[in-house]
């Protein structure tokens, strides 16, 4: 391990103490909106979309697991496929088991729903050990947070996308999070 990217490959994704504290307390998630799952879907399903397979990935709060169930509800009456559901806890030993089960199974896109301190974890452990892509994964409102991308670090969510609670969108690309309005959502 002599250089730079040895060093930093060998190293745990897991968030230090000193990196949660700086960012304080991130609030947990609110209950979806039937705005938020309309744009979340139709984030998924734009003109000439091929997305089809689905992961679904979920933290164990009630808003989440109600979100998460939402959604599947709303895929598979679509005739989109679910080919996992995956949940996590907020604070784990490791992440290494929620992250190859959420991965297994070549996914055409992820959907979370999650706190994100769960979801910080869990996206480290992804991009560290996975062959996970940020930008064919899709989220409900509690992830649009700007400190997520700052926690996880650079580049690890770059890409992802997510729904709003008032049926607009939000992205992240490098490290910032930028929301969009619901009439700028539509196209």
């Not at 989220?139 to 049926?167: E, I, K, Q, V």
Request: hydrophobic letters at 40%; glycine letters at 8%; a neutral charge.
């Amino acid at each position: 391990m002599n250089n730079l990217s040895d060093r930093e490959s060998s190293r745990s994704p897991l968030i230090s103490p000193v990196d949660l504290a700086a960012h304080g307390d991130l609030p947990r998630p609110c209950p979806h909106t039937d705005a938020e799952l309309a744009a979340l879907i139709r984030l998924l399903t734009p003109p000439k979309s091929r997305i089809e397979n689905v992961a679904v990935g979920h933290g164990r709060d009630a808003a989440s697991r109600a979100a998460a169930g939402a959604f599947v509800t709303a895929w598979t009456a679509r005739g989109g496929n679910v080919l996992t559901i995956v949940n996590w806890p907020e604070s784990a030993a490791s992440w290494l088991r929620p992250a190859t089960r959420l991965t297994a199974g070549l996914p055409d896109a992820w959907v979370v729903a999650a706190a994100p301190l769960g979801f910080a974890q869990l996206a480290r452990r992804l991009r560290h050990s996975t062959d996970w892509d940020p930008s064919r994964t899709y989220a409900f409102a509690s992830l649009g947070d700007s400190r997520l991308p700052a926690l996880t670090g650079p580049d690890t969510l770059h890409g992802l996308r997510g729904a709003t609670a008032d049926g607009g969108t939000w992205e992240i690309r490098r490290g910032w999070v930028t929301t969009y309005d619901p009439a700028d959502s539509t196209s």
